[in-house]
C-alpha cells in the first residue's frame, strides 16, 4: 500500500500544487513523531511560492482596473489608497449658485431654495421654491478698529446701517471715526450690491475729514469729498471730488509747506486691482497677495485742478516651513507720485498725496503701500525742512520739533518676517505666537529723481534698516503686536528710535 501511495504521489507531482499535498501527507504518516521537520522545510517554498503569485498580481492590477473599472471601485472598499486628482468639475449647481446670489445681496436672514416635482400633467416640470426670512430689524450698528491708507494708521469707527428702505437691497450708512493720530471723519454713504448688469457692486459716499499735522509737518487738513464707483472682489474703480485746505495756525511751517499752504481741489480716477491668496489675513503662512493701484488727477478743464499721476504696487509672499507652525513672510512695496500737464517740470506735488513712511502699522497684514518701517514713528522718515521760530518762543528757547517732514515722491520698502508658535500648549490655542522680522525702506523727492544722482549705490546707501522681536496677539477684529526695534541704520534728520513699539491693524 505504502507503494501505491508513493507511485501515485510521485505521478501526481507535476500537478504542481496537488503533488506537493500528497508528499507532504505520505511523509507525515512515515516519520509520525517526526512531523516538524517537513513542516519547517516545506511551508517556506510555499510562502515564497505565494510572495511571488502575489507579485505577478500586483503587477497585474492596473492592467485589470484599466479593462474593469468596478475592480478599481472594489479596491477602495478593500483599503484607502493615494490617488492624484487630475480635474474636479461640479455640474447642476445653478440652484446653489442663485441661492449664494440671493444671500450676497445682505437683505435676508435665511435663504433656502427647494425644488419639486411638477405637476402630472406637465411632465418633465419642477416647482422652485424660494423660502426667505427677513430681518426683524431694518438697521444695523457696528463698532470696531480698522486701518486705512488714507490716515496711515489705525482708527476706532462706528455706525449706523439701514438696509433695503427702497426694496432695492441697498444699504445706507452713516459713520463716525477716530484714529490714533487724532483725525476725525463722518461720512454717509449708499450701496448697491448689484448695479445694472454689471458684477460689481456700486458704492457712492460723501464725507469730512478733518487730520491734525501740526507735530510732525506744522498743517492741518481739513477735507470736504464726494466719491462714486464700482467695486468688485478684486477690483475697484471709483471718481473723487475732493475740496481741500491746509492751513497753519501756530505760524511756524517750513518754507516747503507755506507754500503748499491754502485751498486745493482734486478731481481724480483711481483703479485698483487687488488678488489676495493667503491663508489668513491675520496670520498668513502660505500663499501670495498683490495690489495695483493707479490715480489719475486732473480730470476736468480748470486749469487749477491738481494734476498728477500716482502709482502703487504691492507684492507679499507668505512660505510654510513645516516646524512649529513656522512660515517665512516677505513683502515689497513701491510707490511713484509725478505731476503732468503744461510745465509740469517746474511743478511740485502736494504735500497731501505724497508717500509717508512710519508709525505704527505691522509689516505682515496690509497692503497699503510703502508706508510702515519698524522703530519709526508716523512720518519720521525722509526729506524734512527747517520750519520758523514760533513768535511766542522766547529766546534761547527751541521748539519741540525743529523740522517740518516733507515726504517723498518715490517710496520703496521691503520686509522679511519669520513667524513660529511658542511652545506653552494655552499660547498656542490662542494663536498667539512670536517673530522676528527686518525691514528696510527709502524715500526720495522729485529734485532726486534724475539719472545722474539715482544710482543703485546711493538707493543701498541711502536707506533704512530696522530689525526685531516681537509677540503677536490676533484677535477677531485686530492684529496686536508687541515688538522690540533696533534701528541698524538711520540719518540725523529720521525719528527713529531703537526700543518697545505697540503696532496694531485690522483685516477689515
Avoid at 36 to 47: D, F, K, Y
Avoid at 105 to 134: D, R
Avoid at 200 to 221: C, H, L, N, P
Wanted: net charge negative.
Amino acid at each position: 500500500m505504502e507503494g501505491e501511495a508513493t507511485g501515485s504521489s510521485e505521478e501526481e507531482e507535476p500537478k504542481g500544487e496537488q503533488s506537493f499535498h500528497g508528499v507532504y501527507t505520505e511523509h507525515s504518516e512515515k516519520d509520525g513523531d517526526n512531523l516538524v521537520a517537513p513542516s519547517l522545510e516545506e511551508p517556506p517554498q510555499v510562502a515564497e511560492e505565494e510572495e511571488d503569485e502575489e507579485d505577478e498580481e500586483v503587477e497585474e492590477e492596473p492592467q485589470s482596473w484599466r479593462a474593469s473599472p468596478e475592480r478599481l471601485f472594489w479596491k477602495f472598499a478593500e483599503q484607502p489608497m493615494k490617488l492624484r486628482v487630475h480635474d474636479l468639475r461640479i455640474e447642476g449647481n445653478e440652484v446653489a449658485r442663485a441661492n449664494a446670489h440671493i444671500e450676497s445681496l445682505g437683505i435676508f436672514e435665511e435663504c433656502v431654495i427647494s425644488l419639486e416635482p411638477g405637476p402630472v400633467e406637465l411632465p418633465g416640470t419642477a416647482n422652485v421654491i424660494v423660502s426667505v426670512k427677513e430681518p426683524s430689524r431694518v438697521y444695523s450698528g457696528d463698532m470696531g478698529v480698522y486701518t486705512k491708507p488714507e490716515t496711515r494708521n489705525c482708527i476706532f469707527e462706528g455706525s449706523l446701517k439701514l438696509k433695503n428702505l427702497l426694496g432695492r437691497a441697498e444699504t445706507w450708512d452713516g459713520t463716525g471715526s477716530y484714529s490714533w493720530d487724532g483725525a476725525t471723519e463722518f461720512s454717509a454713504g449708499l450701496y448697491y450690491p448689484r448695479f445694472k448688469d454689471f458684477p460689481a457692486a456700486f458704492v457712492t459716499r460723501a464725507s469730512i475729514f478733518g487730520q491734525d499735522w501740526m507735530k510732525y509737518s506744522s498743517y492741518t487738513e481739513r477735507i470736504v469729498g464726494l466719491s462714486a464707483g464700482l467695486v468688485s472682489k478684486r477690483h475697484d474703480l471709483s471718481y473723487n471730488l475732493t475740496w481741500r485746505t491746509l492751513e497753519d495756525p501756530v505760524r511756524t511751517a517750513s518754507r516747503s509747506v507755506r507754500r503748499q499752504l491754502g485751498h486745493s481741489f482734486l478731481s481724480s480716477l483711481k483703479y485698483t486691482f487687488k488678488i489676495d491668496k493667503r491663508d489668513s489675513p491675520l496670520r498668513p503662512t502660505k500663499g501670495y497677495a498683490f495690489r495695483s493701484a493707479t490715480q489719475i488727477a486732473g480730470i476736468g478743464p480748470d486749469s487749477n485742478l491738481l494734476r498728477f499721476v500716482r502709482q502703487e504696487l504691492d507684492v507679499r509672499c507668505a512660505i510654510p516651513l513645516g516646524f512649529y507652525n513656522a512660515a517665512l513672510n516677505v513683502g515689497i512695496s513701491g510707490g511713484l507720485i509725478m505731476p503732468w500737464g503744461e510745465g509740469f517740470r517746474q511743478k511740485t506735488t502736494s504735500i497731501s498725496d505724497r508717500f509717508f513712511i512710519g508709525g505704527h502699522t505691522p509689516l505682515v497684514c496690509g497692503l497699503d503701500g510703502p508706508v510702515t518701517v519698524s522703530g519709526f514713528r508716523s512720518r519720521g522718515l525722509g526729506p524734512m525742512d527747517l520750519r520758523r521760530r514760533a513768535p511766542t518762543v522766547t529766546e534761547g528757547s527751541e521748539p519741540a520739533e525743529t523740522k517740518d517732514t516733507l515726504g517723498g515722491d518715490l517710496a520703496l520698502t521691503g520686509f522679511a518676517d519669520l513667524s513660529f508658535d511658542l511652545p506653552l500648549n494655552f499660547l498656542r490655542e490662542q494663536d498667539i505666537h512670536a517673530h522676528c522680522f527686518v525691514s528696510a525702506g527709502n524715500l526720495f523727492g522729485l529734485p532726486e529723481l534724475d539719472r545722474q544722482s539715482m544710482t543703485w549705490e546711493k538707493i543701498y546707501s541711502s536707506t533704512r534698516v530696522s530689525a526685531g522681536a516681537g509677540v503677536v496677539i490676533p484677535t477677531r477684529i485686530l492684529r496686536l503686536e508687541i515688538n522690540f526695534c533696533r534701528i541698524l541704520r538711520q540719518f540725523d534728520s529720521d525719528c527713529g528710535k531703537t526700543g518697545f513699539q505697540v503696532s496694531f491693524a485690522s483685516p477689515f
